[in-house]
């Protein structure tokens, strides 16, 4: 639950805080999830997350997280994970 609703899934931020976890079709310059973040679609910027941040599409930016970096396409910059990180292609670090 969070201050989209239920229509989070069809939103795009441009900042995004969530206490536990939170869900957005595309994040543009910062996320930062208590536990994780859920990136339907496209993700720029910075992404900070206790657990894990997903991301449907490509991304772009700096991920950090404390688990895992997921990425279901591309991925160009800096990934940041206590266990994990992966994309189809990356371009960074």
């Known amino acids: 639950m969070g201050t989209n609703g239920r229509y989070a899934r069809e939103y795009t931020n441009d ?8 869900v957005s079709k595309n994040e543009r310059r910062f996320t930062l999830g208590g536990l994780s973040n859920i ?3 496209d993700a720029k910027g910075v992404q900070v997350a206790g657990l ?3 991301v449907g599409n490509s991304g772009e930016g ?4 404390g688990l895992a ?15 994990f990180n ?3 292609c990356v371009r960074g670090v």
């Open 15 to 22: 900042y995004s805080l969530n206490l536990l976890v939170g």
């Open 39 to 41: 990136i339907l679609s």
């Open 52 to 54: 894990s941040n997903y």
């Open 62 to 65: 700096m991920q950090w997280a």
């Open 69 to 83: 970096n997921v990425n279901k396409g591309r991925f160009n910059g800096l990934q940041i994970a206590g266990l």
């Open 86 to 88: 992966t994309a189809i």
